[in-house]
């Protein structure tokens, strides 16, 4: 009797839709579609890392290895009009601002000895990839020219969020009187999830990174995020 009334409590009565296996499917749906939504959010970051990737494995335009009609690499050059050392954070940005005949003069990050190796007026190799160029080049020294698809990582970010907020809802299976305030809780919690998400995955898309590492560090990140959020979601349930 003492069980069955400590059953009523924690799940809010005894019919089939409120006793204990209805509030196991409900908190195992939540569970399947956090994973769900974290496997959307898993795919749009891989999509997203080869999209700023590509150029780096992709065929030179008018080579064998460019098929007809497909994306490839166009080499053009271009003509430093100016120099410039600014410091940033306790650190030396290193830029040229470099004119081209088909576009307009754009400036670009480079290391130190590239900057010293070019003064005004140097030709420099630029490689474009899908008009945009993607990497600045002079006797041996290169500089990526990457993008960075805000919009894309913040997308990320929030799924990345949402997906451990309703995992971490059907992990904890709160008592029925404190689904509010144990929502609250995962809620306030997933949103560290999406901050660390938008963050980590702007700087592993800030360089070429190992595909290996580039997806277990967010995979490792998010199921820790996930377990502290289910062991604060649980708490607010005490």
Request: charged share 15%; with cysteine; aromatic share 8%.
């Amino acid at each position: 009797m003492k069980k069955r009334i400590e059953d009523e409590g924690r799940y809010g009565g005894t019919g089939w839709a409120t006793g204990p296996v209805g509030r196991w499917l409900a908190h195992g749906l939540l569970v399947a579609l956090g994973l769900a939504v974290t496997a959307l959010c898993f795919r749009w970051y891989v999509d997203t890392d080869q999209e700023v990737n590509a150029h780096l494995t992709a065929p030179t335009c008018g080579t064998a290895a460019a098929a007809p009609g497909a994306d490839c690499l166009r080499h053009e050059s271009g003509k430093v009009r100016s120099k410039n050392a600014r410091e940033s954070n306790d650190s030396t940005i290193w830029e040229l601002t470099v004119s081209r005949e088909s576009a307009a003069t754009a400036t670009y990050s480079v290391g130190e000895a590239f900057y010293d190796d070019v003064a005004v007026g140097t030709d420099v190799q630029l490689a474009l990839w899908r008009g945009r160029v993607a990497e600045v080049s002079y006797h041996g020294h290169s500089a990526e020219n990457r993008s960075r698809p805000w919009p894309a990582l913040l997308g990320v970010a929030l799924l990345a969020g949402l997906g451990s907020a309703l995992t971490a809802c059907g992990l904890a299976r709160p008592r029925r009187n404190a689904v509010a305030a144990s929502a609250v809780a995962s809620a306030t919690a997933s949103i560290w999830t999406a901050v660390f998400a938008f963050f980590g995955a702007s700087a592993l898309l800030s360089g070429p990174v190992p595909f290996v590492i580039a997806v277990g560090v967010p995979a490792l990140g998010w199921l820790a995020m996930t377990a502290f959020t289910t062991s604060y979601t649980a708490a607010a349930d005490d």
